[in-house]
């Protein structure tokens, strides 16, 4: 019954829909894409009619993302001809299922702006785990290793480097898994590395691809500042190499008790409860400067080390670039800034739609961290919020 509803909702609107536009109609508002993994860019094309007995001109293509660009006509459209627009996406780094959008209004009175849909299956090259290799100051210089899968694509060789020479590293082809290993040893001199490792696949050849991973080595009472994050570094954990965590069923509530890293005396508790497919995140903060304070969710949920770097960079499962918490594009874990009063206290309530609680690509398991510093919520790849103040995993509430 009540999909019977539903179904008379969505036709009601469809009909007024078409009725409020009924000079320019489309043949189709939605493309699904399915680029091979050597395309750089994806065309879509998107036909019109002007049915109208008036000339219409395209007045506006505006895109979702820098990363599409959309050819409206510049003429009018005389009535009862045909035409398209032709919207190219460029790929980039991005992978798995992504939605671009172009808007489109017209000089037709009152009409409504069209959305055109791209929405393009973006196969992935590769995948490795982990994307940091980090030895804590008391821990022993021994090699870890970086497990790289490439399933059905065509690579056969991979060429990891790293700017810091001392780094020993060793890549070994697994044929048999369609997978590499790389081992990362470490210098045994006491020195604070940080370094990003660069994994350069020699497929495609015409579009050559570089992912990034981390290497840090902390010393004791070392200044351990923040990771360098390459501008991709950070890969979502996928299926088959999951935490977990992530097993975690349709949570309806969560919660993260955020606990001072050391020198700091912040703290506070967040909450995280569905509202339909949204979810409401409630933050109280104390013991902080006052102003802003770049507020994240990130990739792991591991508070232990002393500064809260164990925690990894943002969560960032879609691949996108750092952004505010109402960008387009950004990382699932910007959740902007908390800004504290004089007394040290901040209150911050948000409705996020990209955040989920069950499923890949479920927040529980994580970790929640303010920063010291504001998020300037466009510098690349955190917001430059400086170091972490406080850090808490986020865990299953009771509902
Ligand atoms: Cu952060
Ligand atoms: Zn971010």
């Given amino acids: 019954m009540k999909n019977r509803v539903l179904i008379f909702q969505i036709g009601l609107a469809l009909a007024l829909g078409v009725s409020a536009r009924a000079g320019l109609i489309w043949e189709n508002t939605e493309a699904d894409l399915h680029p091979t993994l050597s395309d750089k860019a994806v065309v879509a094309h998107f036909k019109y009619k002007n049915t109208g007995d008036k000339p219409i001109t395209i007045t506006h293509a505006h895109s979702s993302c820098g990363c599409t660009v959309a050819a409206p006509p510049k003429d009018p459209i005389a009535p009862g001809r045909s035409g398209e627009i032709v919207a190219t996406f460029t790929i980039g780094d991005r992978v798995g299922e992504q939605t671009k959008t172009v808007e489109v209004r017209t000089d037709e009175p009152d009409s409504a702006p069209t959305v055109l849909k791209l929405k393009a ?28 899968t490439i399933g059905d694509s065509p690579i056969t060789n991979l060429d990891v480097t790293s700017a810091d020479p001392s780094i020993k590293i060793e890549t070994v082809a697994i044929p048999k898994e369609k997978a590499f290993r790389i081992t990362v040893t470490p210098p045994s001199e006491n020195r604070q590395i940080n370094a990003t490792l660069k994994i350069q696949p020699d497929f495609p ?14 010393i ?8 360098g994050f390459g501008p991709r570094a950070l890969w979502a954990p996928s299926s088959g190499m999951q935490s977990a965590s ?3 069923n349709d949570q309806a509530k969560a919660v993260a008790v955020l606990h001072p890293t050391k020198g700091s005396s912040v703290e506070g508790v967040v909450t995280f409860a569905k509202s339909g497919n949204d979810i409401k995140v409630v933050a109280d903060v104390t013991g902080l400067t006052p102003g802003k304070h770049g507020f994240h969710i990130h990739e792991f949920g591991d508070c232990s080390s002393p500064d809260g ?11 996108d670039p750092h952004g505010s918490h109402d960008a387009a594009e950004r990382h699932v874990g910007d959740l ?11 209150h911050l309530e948000l409705t996020d739609t990209m955040m989920t609680m069950s499923g890949e690509e479920s927040i529980i398991g994580r970790s929640v961290i303010v920063h010291e510093k504001e998020d300037d919520l466009k510098s690349q ?7 972490r103040a ?3 995993v986020i865990a299953i509430a009771k509902p």
């Fill in 381 to 387: 790849p955190v917001g430059n919020a400086g170091g």
């Fill in 220 to 227: 004791a009472g070392g200044a351990n500042g923040p990771i």
């Fill in 336 to 346: 902007g800034n908390l800004e504290a009063d004089s007394s040290g206290k901040a």
């Fill in 390 to 392: 406080a850090c808490g």
């Fill in 309 to 319: 770097m164990s925690a990894g960079g943002h969560f960032n499962p879609t691949n």
């Fill in 246 to 248: 992530a097993q975690a």
């Fill in 205 to 218: 050849k015409e579009a050559p691809k570089t992912f990034y991973a981390n290497v840090r080595v902390d």
């Fill in 121 to 148: 299956t973006i196969p992935r090259l590769l995948e490795y785990k982990p994307p940091l290799l980090y030895w804590r100051d008391w821990e022993k210089r021994m090699p870890k290793t970086i497990d790289v």
